[in-house]
């Protein structure tokens, strides 16, 4: 990493909270009429794994490799085919517009999750929620990891 790599994302990550802001069930729209992304608690993100909710992975395939939560579908947003595996989430059965699912990324400062998120609210995801402790919140909690490849979606071509 990067000297300040990782400050850069807190201070990010903030910039496009608005501080730390707390829970709520509708949240302001943004400048583009977009509704904020809500913040899923580790307690509810748990809850949603116990119920099946669907999850996103927005790191790299290569932390998704090393280790994800179970069932999680690979987005990574910065990689170079992210365009044809979003097209591919979007044709998939998954793709439910009105279901819940949780984006997650690294943690409170990587914000891979929010991006992702944002993107899918835009597309008309009403269900998203980002679980903005990520990844190392969850395996520090000794909760259940895979690892592997990415289960779609597969890039189209």
């Known amino acids: 990493m990067r000297p300040f790599e990782h400050l ?3 201070i990010l990550t903030l910039l496009l909270l608005g501080g ?14 977009v509704p904020a ?9 748990l809850s949603g794994f116990q119920e099946g909710v669907l999850f996103l992975d927005a790191r790299s395939p290569e932390d998704y490799f090393y280790g994800h939560i179970p069932g999680a ?6 990689e170079k085919d992210f365009e044809p595996r979003l097209a591919a989430f979007l044709k998939s059965p998954q793709a439910d517009r009105n279901k819940p699912m949780i984006v997650y990324c690294n943690g409170c400062c990587s914000t891979d999750s929010l991006f992702l998120a944002q993107r ?3 597309l008309g995801f009403t269900g998203v929620r980002t679980f903005r402790d990520g990844f190392r919140a969850w395996a520090r909690a000794d909760r259940p ?3 592997g490849e990415a ?7």
């Not at 809500?38 to 993100?45: E, G, K, L, R, Y």
């Not at 289960?151 to 071509?157: H, L, M, N």
Request: charged fraction near 10%; hydrophobic fraction near 35%; charge should be neutral.
């Open 120 to 122: 899918l609210r835009e």
């Open 145 to 147: 990891i895979a690892g």
């Open 151 to 157: 289960p779609g979606p597969a890039p189209t071509r």
């Open 8 to 10: 850069q994302g807190c």
């Open 20 to 33: 730390v802001p707390p829970l709520v069930a509708t949240p302001p729209p943004t400048e583009t009429g």
């Open 37 to 45: 992304v809500p913040i899923a608690s580790f307690s509810q993100t």
């Open 73 to 78: 579908l690979n987005l990574p947003i910065w």
